[in-house]
């Protein structure tokens, strides 16, 4: 597919530049540099890929920039690359490109030169920018910058982002090619790269041409390599012809003078050390989530609080009152209150990524996870589920390979949450009080269930539904670096904002839905008795002297407290919520559940945490947290209605507790998965599939601790 230039002297207004390179290259960071704030991050139609787009002004003009996803090759083997090539090759609508910048990454020119070779033969018009030249000098290496650019037939700028460097030479550059295109002076430089090849007709299909690879390789050592003073021995070859069909090359180096990162290397790829380096990297990343996003999330906490206060204060009470503070507040709540947690897991992946370290991490875990047909970058999504789904699936991005990305993402709810620890935490309470060995057995049983069966869903998963085999685990070491600090706080940030507005949405909405059914209908005749008395309680509070009795005052106080949660509990019953509760006891009493348990469940699916206060407010206790004895003792002492045996036992504990183990986590979890695949079926999916198996597996607890006599 040739480019063909506008013609005459028709002026480029506005032209559109395209930024391509392999992964790691500072091609994020070039973006971001010419671009600044003037950003927008959206997907491309019908994909999951992110589409970063923006602006930036260079000699009184205004330039259009794509950031397209880092990709190895334009023979597409992810939607990333698909995407890359797809825009390079014009078959996306609406992208149009009037110029390439290519960002190779010096210190890894002749793996980089690869993608440059078949950007080249686009006959679009491209410059080169030259990025890690400093990592290039500290290998003992040297590059004739002009000798580069007479053989590849580009104009070739070299930069360095974080010190500022280069950027505004490629502006100026950009201006220059700009001219002669607006003039009718470019023309497509011929390289001789692969005989009797179209253009464009490498990105038809799989990389299977392994001739081709090997004259591409050989025409970059030919022409393009003759520039480098020091020639890279085989052995630094490692991974690319793997990379692209000579052959496959498991991740790692092995060269004649061993150096020191090659020394590092072969400490945090080892079984041993290696295992132990991952697990204080991993202890310090959920350190970081305790130590940090646990305050955080006390002052997100706070921040409600005091919104809540505001619209107690300046609202009269009502509907619209109880619809800010229960539906908008908490809606807000349901997704802020995971905000910090995201935000340090994804600054401890920047760093990690930018350093080189995640590469290694990975393939050390690779060994791991397939024998399970999951790839190595499968863990840190699954054990950061641990804390909270919703930053675990977000974190499945860092998997290139779709389908165990997909199959990541499907089984990551299946990690026991942080909020489903008041769940066990409260039915172990109220069932076992004898022995704490005893609980903290019931409290790892619940982790352990979920993750075998993530480890059985992986398997029929892959065995039986996506039988093709997983390819061999191949991936780029990159150079070891210092992270580009301010570079990951940027993509942090952006990430964040993205969950915020995306998640958010959908999350708040939800939120409102569930508050609405747990609100309506009103019908204060049901409770006329205890409203009036209410009322006339605060009046007799209102007008009480300070010289009234303290013990009198607490008697009032205590006596309205229950009033109002008795209406609560009441209101609770009548809504359409507390109705599809007794509506589904049918099928909850083969769990062992009664109407009310039916009704919590129901109530949690915003947030699942949500079943212990509705539980309080069911049993009349009001907050579980101010009241977690006296939730527990109404726990113990509710029964059946008419035969006066206990509600809560051993196997409806575990009933419950298994339930909720092996359930979609929440409202929040699914939007997430929404947000990540674009498609309404693999939420769907989601729900359905682990609502099936948590049925199952109550029912299963339940009536097996009852026949062995629990």
């Excluded at 909405?509 to 609405?516: E, P, R």
């Amino acid at each position: 597919m040739d480019f063909t230039p506008r013609s005459g002297t028709e002026p480029l207004a506005a032209p559109s530049i395209a930024l391509v390179g392999n992964p790691n290259t500072g091609k994020s960071t070039l973006f971001n540099s010419l671009t600044g704030q003037r950003q927008l991050v959206a997907n491309y139609p019908g994909v999951t890929v992110a589409k970063k787009s923006g602006q930036f002004s260079a000699h009184g003009r205004t330039w259009n920039v794509v950031d397209l996803p880092g990709a190895y090759s334009l023979t597409p083997r992810s939607p990333d690359e698909k995407i890359t090539s797809d825009v390079l090759l014009g078959r996306v609508p609406g992208e149009s490109i009037d110029i390439v910048v290519c960002v190779v990454d010096a210190s890894n020119l002749r793996r980089n030169l690869f993608l440059a070779s078949q950007v080249l033969e686009l006959r679009r018009p491209t410059i080169v920018a030259l990025s890690k030249l400093d990592l290039l000098v500290a290998q003992g290496q040297r590059l004739d910058l002009q000798k580069l650019q007479e053989q590849l037939g580009v104009p070739v700028v070299p930069i360095h982002v974080a010190r500022k460097q280069g950027v505004t030479e490629l502006q100026s550059e950009l201006e220059r090619l700009r001219g002669r295109i607006a003039s009718g002076q470019w023309q497509p430089a011929e390289h001789g790269l692969i005989s009797g090849k179209t253009s464009g007709q490498f990105a038809e299909g799989p990389d299977s041409d392994h001739s081709e690879t090997a004259a591409r390789y050989a025409w970059i050592d030919q022409h393009a390599m003759l520039a480098c003073s020091t020639r890279p021995n085989d052995a630094n070859k490692l991974g690319e012809e793997g990379r692209h069909g000579e052959g496959s090359q498991q991740a790692g180096r092995s060269r004649p003078q061993v150096s020191w990162s090659d020394r590092l290397d072969g400490w945090l790829t080892h079984g041993i050390s290696g295992s132990l380096t991952f697990l204080v990297v991993m202890f310090a990343l959920f350190l970081a989530v305790f130590l940090i996003a646990g305050p955080a999330g006390d002052w997100v906490d706070t921040g409600l609080g005091w919104a809540n206060l505001a619209v107690s204060s300046w609202i009269p009470a009502g509907m619209f009152r109880d619809l800010l503070l229960e539906g908008v507040i908490g809606g807000v709540g349901n997704f802020l209150v995971f905000l910090p947690q995201i935000f340090i897991l994804f600054l401890f992946i920047g760093l990690l990524e930018s350093t080189g370290y995640m590469a290694r991490a990975a393939y050390l875990m690779d060994r791991v996870f397939s024998p399970l047909g999951m790839s190595g970058k499968s863990f840190l999504p699954l054990l950061s589920s641990f804390a909270c789904a919703i930053p675990g699936i977000m974190a499945t991005r860092i998997i290139e390979r779709p389908r165990d990305r997909l199959l990541t993402i499907m089984v990551a709810p299946l990690m026991s949450c942080s909020a489903r620890i008041p769940v066990y935490s409260i039915m172990i309470s109220v069932v076992v009080t004898a022995n704490i060995f005893v609980q903290a057995a019931f409290m790892l049983a619940m982790y352990l269930i979920g993750v075998v069966t993530a480890l059985v869903i992986v398997y029929v998963w892959k065995k039986l539904i996506w039988r093709e085999a997983s390819p061999e685990f191949v991936m780029e070491l990159p150079e070891y670096q210092f992270p580009h600090v301010s570079e990951v706080v940027r993509r942090t940030c952006e990430r964040s904002g993205e969950f915020v507005v995306r998640a958010g949405t959908i999350i708040m909405a939800l939120t409102i839905l569930v508050w609405a059914a747990n609100y309506f209908p009103r019908n204060d005749q049901e409770v006329a008795v205890q409203l009036a008395e209410i009322s006339r309680l605060e009046t007799e509070i209102a007008g009480q002297s300070s010289e009234t009795a303290e013990s009198s005052q607490e008697t009032l106080s205590n006596r309205l407290n229950e009033l109002q949660v008795e209406v609560a509990a009441l209101r609770q019953e009548q809504s359409f919520l507390g109705q599809g509760g007794k509506w589904i006891e049918p099928v909850v009493r083969p769990l062992g559940w009664d109407w009310r348990i039916g009704c919590a469940a129901l109530a949690s699916f915003p947030a699942r945490e949500v079943i212990v206060t509705t539980l309080g407010i069911l049993y009349q206790v009001g907050d579980p947290e101010e009241n977690r004895t006296e939730l527990e003792l109404a726990l113990r002492q509710a029964t059946w209605p008419g035969t006066g045996k206990p509600v809560f036992t051993i196997p409806v504990a575990l009933s419950i507790m298994v339930f909720f183990a092996l359930c979609s986590q929440c409202a929040s979890t699914l939007a997430v998965i929404y947000q990540e695949t674009r498609s309404v079926w693999w939420p769907l999916l989601s729900f359905v599939y682990m609502t099936v198996l948590a049925y199952i597996g109550a029912f299963l607890a339940y009536q097996i601790g009852t026949w062995v006599g629990l």
